[in-house]
């Protein structure tokens, strides 16, 4: 039966299925605990980002843009998810063994036994040792081996940020991060960059506008493939990306998949990502920046944008 200590403590439940945060609302709830249930990886970032707080993560391991393990170790580089315990829920199938070495306090097999989810629960509220899960995924879901190939994100969010550098972190590249266009084109300006992953919307300098500066200023030699990162895919937006000097677009929110396919176009022959399948290609998106890498565009010179 549940314990006094288990009242009025409060839960995080992540997971794609509506169905499974229902259930999982409905035990948890039944135990006297608050729960607050998000579908995605990202919502729940946002909510740490913003402050809340938890005394318990409930996270499925199989979701799309960022699995559990990837998420756990998001959620515990945030102040407020440091010290917070969680338990993993998998599919039926061999023991998954994520690379992070996230640490969970317990690890469940789908469908969930309602003893073994109150045993987890009671364990991780009460301190139970985590247990490590540290050797590295399979390849064949679309990682990479980490070709040597410099990249640079540009996005002024701190959750897609997050998301996006784990993203790469998990196809093999330790990407350099700034937060925008003005850092992205003094980035580009004080190092050699083989792709910029450049958000459109940022303060100070847009990436439209850094694009351009990049394009005018930066020597051919050193000239990187610049990919924007845009939540819109209609024509005058790809026509305004091209004319700034884009190489193409990723339309938010990408997977892992579309990203693979960018970083593949832009690797020398020879370092191309392995393992990875046909993507789920949004409006054209990830065709347009495979096309548009293998032979990207260099327009004339323009004016520096005024400050």
């Known amino acids: ?53 938890f005394d ?120 350099d991060a700034v937060d925008n266009g003005e850092e992205a084109v003094a980035a580009v300006a004080a190092s050699r960059y083989d792709l910029v992953l450049m958000d459109i919307h940022m303060p100070r300098m847009d990436g439209l506008a850094a694009t351009r500066y990049i394009r005018s200023e930066v020597p051919a030699s050193r000239q990187p493939h610049i990919v924007a990162l845009t939540a819109s895919a209609m024509l005058e937006d790809r026509q305004a990306c091209a004319e700034a000097g884009m190489n193409g677009y990723l339309v938010k929110p990408f997977r892992q998949e579309q990203l693979a396919a960018v970083l593949n176009a832009v690797a020398p022959a020879g370092e191309l990502t392995v393992g990875v399948g046909t993507p789920t290609v949004r409006d054209g998106a990830v065709e347009d920046v495979a096309a548009a890498a293998v032979a990207p565009q260099r327009p004339s010179p323009s004016p520096s944008p005024s400050p």
């Open 1 to 53: 039966m549940p314990t006094a200590a288990m009242a009025g403590r409060s839960a995080l439940v992540v997971g794609d299925n509506a169905t499974n945060r229902r259930v999982l609302n409905h035990q948890l709830a039944g135990w006297g605990l608050t729960t607050t249930c998000v579908a995605g990886p990202e919502e729940a970032l946002q909510l740490l980002a913003d402050g809340a707080t």
């Open 56 to 175: 318990l993560a409930v996270l499925d391991m199989h979701m799309p843009v960022m699995d559990g393990d990837q998420l756990a170790v998001a959620l515990q580089a945030l102040p407020s998810g440091r010290n917070m315990p969680m338990v993993m829920l998998r599919s039926l199938g061999p023991l998954p063994t994520p690379r992070s070495g996230a640490a969970f306090a317990a690890v469940l097999t789908k469908p969930v036994k309602l003893a073994a989810l109150l045993t987890a629960v009671r364990g991780a509220l009460g301190g139970m040792a985590r247990t490590a899960m540290s050797a590295p995924l399979d390849a064949a879901d679309g990682s990479a081996d980490g070709p040597g190939l410099r990249v640079l994100l540009a996005e002024d969010n701190p959750v897609n940020q997050k998301v996006a550098t784990l993203m790469l972190a998990r196809l093999g590249y330790d990407a």
